[in-house]
Structure formats: structure tokens, C-alpha cells
């Protein structure tokens, strides 16, 4: 093994291995591996430049009497060699004399270190596992490499973010998490540690990471090389700022945003759309903007307005901008086989292969997916929404089915033009976004948004609104959300929302989903996005199977605020306008977000890292810094129990009541009411009008 320095690189060569270590940022290094002549140049989601750094390297003779050497195994071997230390800013990585990492803060404390069990020579850990911490094996037949990347696990370490998955658990700490993506997960692969430090996996191929009891083990079933960034802070606000830093932040949420999204499954003609805004409106009812679902189009792949259901789109969005509503329309990067672009995209090259065999979606028609990773494919599926779309006046985009929903996730048998979909898999909900955002920047619009139905690392610099995606109608999936929320925000993902109710399986009728729904409206109300969504069975019947040869779709029952009974209307309107008094503060949110990558809702730990206490608390959340919100998560509940982070004094906004910190409270939520708590005698109007 050869460690030399070449400017502000550390590089550590073994064999036909090469690793760089790099500073990357404020407080940051970046430590890359390949097995191939030349380092791939991929910087993936760390496409920012990253501030200016000036490392320090220093080099020092090493022998078994350092005490961080010493071991319990000592068997007589004898270690001697040059130790380097790679410090940028706070961080620093000590390379010991066999090559592996260990890092520190500006404290001297261990953050964390790879994970080796050799017994070649004598180290902390020697045994006769022969376990490298990295590992870059060839796939026979190929150029390609399948990669594990180990390092240490803490028994008092807790982990938050890594996107969005359906669990219970806050804390990753003992999860197995799937490295892809799929229709309600999003592979972030970003965490902060308890430990005081950030770690992001750069590397979009398909994998898993086990954060086990014994040691935390990353995979890549095939990829160049291994990449991974990490940095250190105080908090965990020190450390998002950090990391949003070097892969990007939200752009200020457009006005609209703020407010009330009106959406189901689905309106299906101008007019149906039009009754429900003409009556919103009608009533006094705040409505910031509604959503024409999918297949309302001539045909998948067309990217247009079928002109018999939606004759008029300019007029229609003229007269909801007239109301104050924005139209968001839903855009599927499915391209039917008969679709009047497939030929042209498929020629282009702009369509998604298979190694084996053809993969057609079936569904509604005989679609196969465009190459999003292909920027000429941005540039076309661009080009003709701005013609059918943009000219129109509609300016936000619902990016469907962004992950994507494959009908089998035989990722071995898909190839992007970024690569093989085992490396680049990943990427694709990134460039969905990123074709939408630039071609709606180059006309020009200032405030831009994309509701995508996933994301990866560095997403959120597209405009990316994610959202969780085809979830259950239920209480359970409801408390699934309220984690996956919150670990999409520690991701670095701020805005963020899910479909108030579920989407799969309410019914209207039935007095068990009407509790769920009013539930799950009151925390919608404090959520980044506060948007209205599901198909509500049972689905109507169709009108007609075919008609001009394209299967037609039909929609769900209503679901609209008058929708769920009468008693509960008043509830629900309630909350609009609840909504609307909190637009100042929400505003401010979304502009910390801009502005140092602070999430709109955050874990309690993030505004009281020094609590114990709210580092386990996972059943409420800090929206904003003055903020906290308790959903009710269970039926027939009138009185719920919450944790009151210590350091501060608490009022009820329902009650009244006011609480010092450092304890949990009994609190009254009535059908009507989620508990929220404002802090150290912020006064905001939530339940009484200023």
C-alpha cells in the first residue's frame, strides 16, 4: 500500500485499488474508491461547487505503543508505519498505516470509522475474519464491479433520514433499508447520526444498507466505484446546512404552495373541475390550487389535453387564476406503443431498454417508460408539455409515477443512457424533475414546483414536492407517513406531503374513514403541502370501455370538504382557513428551507438537540421552529399524551394552558382539534384569530 498527496488529495494505493480523500465543502471530505484505471467522474448528487477548502495533511511514524492502537487481542505482532490525518475545518480522517478510516471531530471525539477484521498485521480490531471495510469485486463477464462498504456500529448511535419508507421506525438504527426505488419508497441516502455527523451515500446504483447491532454494511450490486460524502456539526441544523450545501437547495416555494391543494381521483372533464373551484369559491373557502389527475390526455405519451373531455384548456386556467387557483396538471412518463411520439422518441433513442425480453406496461393501454436520464428525453417530454401545457398558462407539474412503477422490478434487465439500471437506477426521478424545472427556468418563471412521486439525494434543488406516494386508508399507514415525512426532511428533502386519507380503500360512507380522514386533514393543515387527495371508493362505473380506440378510465367518489357528512364540514373548512392565518409563517419556513436548507417539519432533536428526551420522541414534530404538532393517529381517541422538549415554555393553542418544558402533558383533541403547541409565548393564530 502507497499513501501519497497530490495538492489537497489524499490518495492510498493498493494494488490496482485507488482511494481519493477530498475536502468537499464546509467541514467536509468526500472519500471515493475505484478498481479501474480511472476514477469514474460522476459527481451524482454532489453537484454543487463546493466552497473553497484548505485541508491540512499531516504525516507521523506509528507504532503499537500509541494507545489508539493498543488491543485487547494483542498477540505479539508488531504494527509500524505512517499514519496520515486529513483535517478540513472541524473534520478530520485519520488513515492508519493498513489504509482504513477513522473520523473525528474538532474535539478529538471518534464519529465513526470503517469497519475491518484483519489479522495481518495488529490493530484495534485483530482477528482472523479478514473482513475489509471496502470492497470493489468484479462481476464476471463484465467491466463492472458489485461494492460493500462497512464501517463501525455505536450502541448509543441513532440515525434519522434515508428518504422515505413504509415503517414505523424514526430511528434507522437495526433497519434493513432497500437502496431503490419503488411506488411509496424513496431511496434518500442521506442521514444525520447522534453521534454529530452526516453521512450521504453518493452512489444511485440499486443496493441496501443494513444498519445492524454489529457493524452498518452498504451495497452496490454493480457500479464504477464507491463514493461517499460526509460532514460534521454541533446540531443537526448545523449539519443540514452543511450537506445542502454541496447538493443543492429548494428554490422559495411559489406562493400557491402555501395553501390548499383541491385533488382526487380524478375530474374528469373542464367542467366537472370547474363546478368544484366555481363552488370552493362560492362558499368563501380558501383554495390555492386543483389538480387535473392522469388520463385526461388523447393518449399516453401525447402529453395533451383530450379535447372532447377538456375543450378549452386556456379558458379554464384563465378563470381559475381569475379565482386565485393555480391548475396543476399530471404528467406520466409512460409512452403508448401508439402514442403519436413513440416512434420519433423510440428512433431518438429517448425510451427505456431491456436487456431480455420487452417490458410494456400493460395497464391502460401497451406504454413503455422515456429515458429520463437522457437529457435530449427531458428536452422532448419538455418541449411538448410547454407546447400542449405551458401556452395553456399552467405552469406546476404532477411528475407521476417517477420512480418508476416498473410492473416487475427486475432492475438487471433495464438500461438507461446514464447505464445499466443496477448503477444508474436511481437517478431517474432527479432527471424527471430537473427536464420540468429547466424548461420551465428558461421561460422564464421565477418560483418553480413539481409534485414528483419520488426522489433522490439532491432532488430538492429541481422543485421537487414529494409525496409518498399510493398509500393505504388507514390509521396505521397514517402513523407510517408521519415517519416517512420526517425522514425525507432529515434527507434533505423539504417539501414534502402525502394524500390526506389515504389513497387506496375510503370509503365516504363509512364512519370509521370519516374519523381517519378528519384526522388526517387536521395534520395535512401542518404539513409543507396541505393537499387533498385519494380515489375514494367505490369508483364509479365507466361510461364506456374504448372510445376512439383508447381505454377510458373512470374516477372515485367526490372528495371535497362537503363530501364526508355534514356534522364534519365545518371541521374540515375549519382548517383551511387555519391554514390560510398560519401563510405568513409557513412563508418563513419555506424561505429558511431556500435559504440554509432547514426542513419545514423537523424531529423535536432538531430544535432541542440537548433533550434527551426528544431525540426518542417520534410521535410528534417541530413545524418550523415555534411549532409542535401532535397528530392523533388512533380512533376513538379524545385525549393524547405529549412531550414538551425541556428549555422551553409551551402554551396549548387550543386550551390555553401553558406548560414548562421537560415533561409530558395530557392534552384534550376532540374530533375537531390536533394538538398544537406554541413556543416561548410565540403568538400565532391557530385556533383563535388574532
Not at 609 to 624: C, I
Request: include cysteine; aromatic fraction near 14%.
Amino acid at each position: 500500500m502507497q499513501i501519497e498527496q497530490a495538492n489537497d488529495r489524499l490518495i492510498i494505493r493498493s494494488g490496482i485499488s485507488q482511494l481519493w480523500v477530498d475536502p468537499w465543502g464546509e467541514d467536509g471530505i468526500r472519500v471515493r474508491m475505484t478498481n479501474d484505471k480511472e476514477m469514474d467522474p460522476n459527481d451524482w448528487a454532489l453537484s454543487e461547487k463546493p466552497s473553497a477548502s484548505f485541508p491540512v495533511v499531516s504525516c507521523r511514524e506509528v507504532d503499537i505503543t500509541d494507545p489508539w492502537y493498543k488491543s485487547d487481542e494483542y498477540s505479539g505482532y508488531h504494527m509500524t508505519g505512517r499514519e496520515y490525518t486529513f483535517t478540513n475545518g472541524k473534520l478530520t480522517a485519520r488513515v492508519n498505516p493498513e489504509g482504513w478510516i477513522s473520523f473525528f471531530n474538532e474535539k478529538g471525539q471518534l464519529l465513526t470509522e470503517e469497519y475491518w477484521r484483519n489479522r495481518d498485521r495488529i490493530n484495534r480490531y485483530s482477528t482472523s475474519l479478514r473482513i475489509p471495510a471496502r470492497l470493489l469485486k468484479a462481476i464476471p463477464g463484465t467491466s463492472d464491479w458489485s461494492l460493500t462498504a462497512r464501517f463501525e456500529a455505536f450502541d448509543d448511535e441513532k440515525i434519522f433520514g434515508m428518504g422515505q419508507y413504509q415503517d414505523r421506525k424514526l430511528d434507522k438504527k437495526g433497519a434493513v433499508l432497500e437502496l431503490c426505488h419503488r411506488n411509496s419508497q424513496a431511496s434518500v441516502p442521506f442521514f444525520v447520526s447522534s453521534r454529530g455527523y452526516g453521512f450521504l451515500w453518493n452512489n444511485p446504483a440499486v443496493g441496501t444498507c443494513f444498519f445492524g447491532t454489529n457493524r452498518t454494511e452498504w451495497t452496490a450490486r454493480s457500479t464504477k466505484k464507491m463514493d461517499y460524502y460526509i460532514t460534521c456539526g454541533d446540531t443537526p441544523a448545523e449539519i443540514e446546512r452543511k450537506y445542502s450545501a454541496v447538493v443543492g437547495r429548494a428554490p422559495m416555494m411559489p406562493e400557491y404552495g402555501l395553501g390548499y391543494w383541491q385533488c382526487k381521483l380524478r375530474y374528469r372533464t373542464q367542467d366537472e373541475l370547474l363546478s368544484v373551484a366555481r363552488r370552493h369559491k362560492a362558499l368563501g373557502l380558501p383554495m390555492d390550487a386543483i389538480v387535473v389527475d392522469f388520463f385526461h390526455w388523447t393518449r399516453q405519451g401525447d402529453f395533451k389535453f383530450e379535447p372532447l373531455d377538456w375543450p378549452d384548456p386556456e379558458g379554464m386556467v384563465r378563470e381559475l387564476k381569475e379565482m386565485g387557483i393555480e391548475t396543476v396538471v399530471s404528467v406520466w412518463p409512460t409512452v403508448d406503443e401508439q402514442s403519436e411520439n413513440y416512434r420519433e422518441m423510440a428512433d431518438r433513442g429517448y425510451l427505456v431498454r431491456t436487456d431480455r425480453g420487452n417490458d410494456v406496461s400493460t395497464w391502460m393501454g401497451a406504454a413503455v417508460y422515456f429515458d429520463a436520464t437522457h437529457p435530449g428525453a427531458q428536452r422532448f417530454v419538455w418541449e411538448k408539455c410547454r407546447e400542449n401545457y405551458y401556452k395553456n398558462g399552467i405552469r406546476c407539474f404532477w411528475l407521476d409515477v417517477a420512480e418508476p412503477e416498473y410492473g416487475s422490478y427486475e432492475f438487471d434487465n433495464y438500461r438507461y443512457w446514464a447505464g445499466p439500471a443496477l448503477q444508474t437506477s436511481n437517478l431517474y426521478p432527479v432527471g424527471y424533475a430537473r427536464g420540468f424545472y429547466e424548461g420551465l427556468k428558461a421561460e422564464g418563471e421565477e418560483n418553480v414546483m413539481s409534485l414528483v412521486r419520488c426522489a433522490w439525494a439532491g432532488s430538492q434543488k429541481y422543485a421537487v414536492l414529494a409525496w409518498s406516494g399510493d398509500i393505504y386508508s388507514s390509521f396505521r399507514a397514517m402513523r407510517e407517513q408521519l415517519q416517512a415525512g420526517l425522514s425525507m426532511a432529515m434527507a434533505g428533502i423539504p417539501w414534502w406531503t402525502c394524500d390526506i386519507g389515504g389513497f387506496m380503500g375510503g370509503d365516504n360512507s363509512d364512519p370509521a374513514f370519516r374519523e381517519l380522514l378528519l384526522r388526517w386533514f387536521a395534520w395535512g393543515c401542518f404539513l409543507p403541502v396541505f393537499r387533498m387527495h385519494g380515489e375514494r371508493s367505490p369508483w364509479h362505473e365507466r361510461e364506456q370501455e374504448y372510445r376512439n380506440g383508447v381505454r377510458q378510465l373512470t374516477s372515485g367518489q367526490d372528495n371535497e370538504v362537503w363530501s364526508f357528512g355534514e356534522e364534519n364540514t365545518p371541521i374540515l373548512c375549519k382548517y383551511l382557513f387555519i391554514r390560510e392565518r398560519l401563510r405568513p409563517y409557513i412563508r418563513s419556513l419555506m424561505r429558511a428551507a431556500h435559504d440554509t436548507g432547514a426542513p419545514v417539519m423537523r424531529p423535536l432533536f432538531y430544535d432541542f438537540p440537548d433533550d434527551k428526551q426528544a431525540w426518542l420522541t417520534e410521535d410528534a414534530y417541530m413545524f418550523g421552529p415555534d411549532l409542535l404538532i401532535a397528530p392523533v393517529m388512533e380512533a376513538g381517541v379524545t385525549r393524547r399524551s405529549v412531550y414538551l422538549p425541556q428549555g422551553a415554555v409551551w402554551k396549548d393553542a387550543y386550551t390555553g394552558k401553558v406548560y414548562d418544558g421537560g415533561q409530558t402533558v395530557d392534552v384534550p383533541c376532540p374530533l375537531d382539534v390536533i394538538p398544537v403547541m406554541l413556543r416561548d409565548g410565540k403568538e400565532l393564530p391557530v385556533y383563535h384569530e388574532e
